[in-house]
């Protein structure tokens, strides 16, 4: 009796263990997740979809800092863009061609030792195909290349007016005109003076090296008369 009753209360024991287990929530019994971290890596050697960006590169250009030997007032026999190319120096900057050029500047009208009257320039920073030189308020008209800094003006009068412009294909810059004027006195004074001394000074020298011949011939021809004029009281012994 004893032991059915000891079965009996283990069967119920069992029941209510089952009945216990099946109330728990089955999330209960889950296996903890574990969490494995993913890193992509891009290849760019195997990815076919890549793209390569390509920035192109502007071609160099080697200057050495240094601005070109250009003196705007000077004849140019060899132009500044030849110059820059072959050693890299920077030429001073000039508008482009499209755009009007600037007035030259006229720096001197003056007559040249050929009797020619000689007008001289200076170039704008501009570019420049030619420049045109005026006279008598434009009636005449002179053409001078891009590269010169100067020009003879044959038959120009004292007082008449020379102007001097500079063209594009943009168009005729502004002018810069000078009047024509003599010489000075003063210069003509001093040139006359100048030659008259030299003149002076070759007569003298001319007369100094007359007397100096003279003066020479002189002394020979004394000098020549006394030899031959012996003393007879004596003879080359000494004896009388």
Not at 6 to 26: D, K, N
Not at 127 to 143: A, P
Request: hydrophobic share 35%; glycine share 10%; net charge negative.
């Amino acid at each position: 009796m004893l032991l059915w009753s000891q079965v009996t209360f283990l069967l119920l024991l069992c029941v209510m263990e089952s009945i216990r287990a099946t109330s728990v929530s089955p999330s209960s019994f889950r296996p903890p997740l574990t969490r494995v971290r993913i890193i992509e890596v891009e290849d760019d050697y195997d990815d076919v979809n890549s793209k390569t960006t390509i920035t192109p590169q502007l071609p160099r250009v080697t200057t050495s800092g240094v601005i070109c030997d250009y003196d705007p007032c000077v004849v140019q026999t060899t132009p500044c863009e030849k110059i820059s190319a072959q050693t890299g120096c920077l030429c001073p900057g000039l508008t482009g061609p499209e755009e009007r050029p600037g007035a030259p500047e006229l720096r001197e009208v003056k007559l040249g030792g050929s009797g020619e009257v000689l007008v001289h320039w200076c170039a704008p920073r501009s570019t420049v195909t030619h420049y045109e030189v005026t006279l008598n308020g434009g009636k005449e008209q002179l053409s001078f290349g891009e590269n010169l800094r100067n020009g003879a003006i044959p038959g120009l009068k004292i007082g008449e007016t020379v102007c001097v412009a500079a063209r594009n294909q943009a168009g005729l810059s502004e002018k810069s005109c000078a009047r024509y004027e003599p010489p000075q006195t003063d210069q003509v004074a001093l040139s006359a003076g100048i030659i008259a001394g030299s003149v002076g000074l070759l007569l003298l020298l001319s007369v100094l090296a007359v007397v100096l011949w003279k003066r020479r011939t002189c002394r020979k021809g004394g000098m020549g008369e006394a030899e031959g004029l012996g003393n007879p009281s004596y003879t080359s012994d000494g004896a009388l």
